[in-house]
């Protein structure tokens, strides 16, 4: 004959009871996700952040010399493969020469911009970039100039002789630094 334990039916019964009173809206609820602009990478290995960041800042400024190398030595067909699409559009918008199979190179070739039927002689080097590029820094040294950083953004500051530093916008896009310039001043 088998015997029946009373004491394992209560027990199981408890438990099944305390379990699906569990499963009811008494439970914490996690919050959302924060949105993707917000969320950071964070390493958990000591000073990896600091090092991704120094890593960051030498391969964008590796990208920003070689451009300008390439401009130098007028290879701009080569240069504009450093240069984001909205940069390199922004050249073709004030190419002096738009039916040009090349418009953002007639920039460089001509040495000339045309915004708003007015037509202007530049020098591309100090028009993209900076007059001097000898001293490039992380930070601008102005402890008021905000900083809009991410892990595929950088700001390099060109130290000038005279003046102020000239802040250069580099973006990532794959494995490869980009130069972002959206707005130009050929009045400088």
């Known amino acids: 004959m ?13 438990l099944m009871v305390i379990l699906s ?26 000073g990896e952040d600091e090092r991704r960041e120094q890593r960051d800042f030498d391969d964008a400024k590796k990208s920003l010399l070689a451009l300008q190398e390439l401009i130098k030595t007028k290879r701009f067909e080569e240069a504009l493969d450093l ?7 922004m050249l073709e918008f004030v190419s002096p020469d738009k039916k040009s199979s090349a418009p953002a190179v007639a920039v460089f070739t001509l040495r000339k ?3 708003d039927g007015v037509t202007y002689e530049v020098k ?6 900076a007059k001097d590029l000898s001293n490039i820094q992380d930070t601008s040294g102005d402890d008021s100039s905000e900083e809009t950083e991410s ?4 700001e390099l500051f060109a130290q000038q002789k005279e003046g102020d530093p000239v802040k250069i916008v580099m973006i990532k896009e794959g494995d490869t630094w980009l130069l972002h310039r ?3 001043n050929p009045k400088k």
């Open 2 to 14: 088998k015997k029946i334990r009373v004491f394992d039916g209560v027990c199981g019964f408890s």
């Open 21 to 46: 009173s569990c499963s009811g809206a008494g439970l914490y609820e996690l919050p959302a996700p924060a949105p993707e602009a917000q969320r950071r990478n964070v390493s958990l290995i000591p």
């Open 83 to 89: 240069m984001s699409q909205e940069t390199v559009s």
């Open 113 to 115: 911009v045309v915004i």
């Open 124 to 129: 591309p080097l100090e028009l993209l970039l």
């Open 151 to 154: 892990s595929r953004r950088r």
């Open 182 to 184: 959206t707005k130009i």
